[in-house]
């Protein structure tokens, strides 16, 4: 009988301390804030170099003259 007591004692949830609760919270909310920063930083290196390859392209192509405006008539 001992033995069903115990399992029952084991399945019960271990009450964490205010401190520990914090310390899991502070541990998952930098987590988050790294991987947000890591996918931020990847987007941005993208985006680089797309505007890069965008701006070469635009220099290496000649731009046609702008039109000319009439004269207003008088």
């Known amino acids: 009988m001992t ?3 115990e399992t029952i004692v084991e399945d019960k949830p ?6 520990d609760k914090a310390a899991v919270t502070n541990r998952e909310a930098w987590s988050i804030i790294d991987a947000e920063a890591s996918a931020r930083d990847t987007k941005t290196e993208k985006l680089r170099a797309l505007r890069l390859e965008r ?8 731009k046609p003259a702008p039109a000319r405006r009439r004269a207003a008539k008088k």
């Open 14 to 19: 271990v009450k964490l301390s205010a401190r």
């Open 3 to 5: 033995d069903s007591n």
């Open 55 to 62: 701006e070469k392209a635009e220099l290496s192509e000649p």
